[in-house]
């Protein structure tokens, strides 16, 4: 079957680091993706990775091993506005394109 | 200037009734989605179209119905609305299939 998978919620202190994971099962890839979400908002692309290894964009990094069927989205020096969720998806070679986890709220505490 | 939009973004029907959300992206797009989004599920997509007249099911097809004769249009309707069909529906366009832009969003009660 599909499979994602990430935490349900997590919560963080202004100005720290945090890492957000993401496992998956998927017959085919052709990406990963991370997309955030504010409460009431439509989701936004973040970043994606194709090969393995590290991609960084500003405060926000995401890592892939495809070997594993893992990815990770780092966030650092963080502000009260990265409080939402954080989408995890994959983009599949087969029927479904994409297959979205359940996102991971994230806290981010004063 | 507006990207993608979606029409109503607040929706009220109730069950067996037809029901059509629409979508337009100025972009000229090539692919365009449908997803629906609720608890517990994460985003599930509906159908996408990979260009004009081409579309096909995504992961939750049933109950729904698309087409793509413009471009920038992708209306999804609701043959005969059903309790289980509430929830929020997001479009979105990607030129390449990788980066997807998403639609505010049409959040649908069907009563």
């Known amino acids: 079957g599909q499979n994602i998978d990430q935490p349900t919620e997590m919560t963080a202190t202004e100005g720290a680091i945090v890492q957000i994971n993401c496992t998956y099962q998927?017959?085919?890839?052709?990406?990963l993706f991370w997309y955030q979400q504010h409460a009431g908002e439509a989701p936004t692309f973040l970043s994606y990775?194709?090969?393995?290894g590290l991609e960084e964009k500003g405060r926000f990094s995401s890592f892939l091993s495809r070997s594993k069927g893992y990815s990770y989205l780092l966030l650092k020096e963080l502000q009260m506005k990265d409080s939402a969720s954080y989408l995890c998806?994959?983009?599949?070679?087969?029927?479904?394109?994409?297959?979205f986890g359940t996102g991971t709220r994230l806290k981010v505490l004063a | 200037d507006a990207g993608i939009t979606q029409s109503p973004r607040y929706k009220i029907t109730e069950t067996g009734r037809q029901v059509t959300l629409m979508c337009h992206q100025t972009?000229?797009?090539?692919?365009m989605f449908w997803y629906r989004q609720d608890l517990g599920h994460g985003l599930r997509l509906i159908y996408y179209?990979?260009?004009?007249?081409?579309?096909d099911k995504g992961e939750v097809p049933d109950g729904y119905v698309v087409s793509r004769s413009k471009t920038e249009n992708f209306p999804l309707t609701l043959e005969s609305a059903t309790r289980s069909q509430t929830s929020v529906y997001f479009c979105?366009?990607?030129?390449?299939?990788?980066?997807?832009?998403f639609g505010p969003g049409t959040r649908l009660t069907v009563t």
């Open positions: 979105a366009s990607s030129e390449s299939a990788y980066e997807q832009y």
């Open positions: 998927t017959s085919g890839f052709n990406g």
């Open positions: 990775n194709v090969l393995d």
């Open positions: 998806a994959v983009f599949t070679s087969g029927t479904y394109k994409y297959i």
């Open positions: 972009w000229s797009h090539s692919y």
């Open positions: 179209s990979a260009a004009a007249d081409i579309t």
